[in-house]
């Protein structure tokens, strides 16, 4: 169980650093795939967004309120694994 949660915040991670790099480089939001990864990521990172006020150069953006969710979806992973570890039963480390 714990692997199946990994994998899924480890997704999303990945999601969200494609988002970052993205942004950064000004990728062309007319391209099917930025789209898709802006469309995709637009939802878990809601609850961040107006936190900083982005930083933007002429095309590429800055957006730190991504960062903040990668370090809070890491902590909701590790937090869910732990809890699922002491319901279970299992040994703590």
């Given at each position: 169980m714990e692997y199946i949660i990994y994998f899924l915040f480890g997704v999303l991670d990945i999601l969200l650093i494609f988002?970052?790099?993205l942004k950064l480089t000004g990728a062309n939001t007319s391209s099917g795939f930025v789209n898709l990864i802006y469309d995709?990521?637009?939802?878990?990172?809601?609850?961040?967004?107006?936190?900083?006020?982005?930083s933007?150069?002429?095309?590429?953006?800055?957006?730190?309120s991504?960062?903040?969710?990668?370090?809070?979806?890491?902590?909701?992973?590790?937090?869910?694994?732990?809890?699922?570890?002491?319901?279970?039963?299992?040994k703590q480390d």
């Amino acid at each position: 169980m714990e692997y199946i949660i990994y994998f899924l915040f480890g997704v999303l991670d990945i999601l969200l650093i494609f988002r970052i790099l993205l942004k950064l480089t000004g990728a062309n939001t007319s391209s099917g795939f930025v789209n898709l990864i802006y469309d995709i990521t637009n939802i878990f990172i809601l609850p961040f967004q107006g936190m900083f006020s982005g930083s933007s150069s002429t095309t590429s953006v800055f957006e730190p309120s991504v960062l903040i969710a990668l370090v809070v979806y890491a902590f909701i992973a590790w937090g869910i694994v732990k809890l699922i570890r002491i319901f279970s039963g299992e040994k703590q480390d």
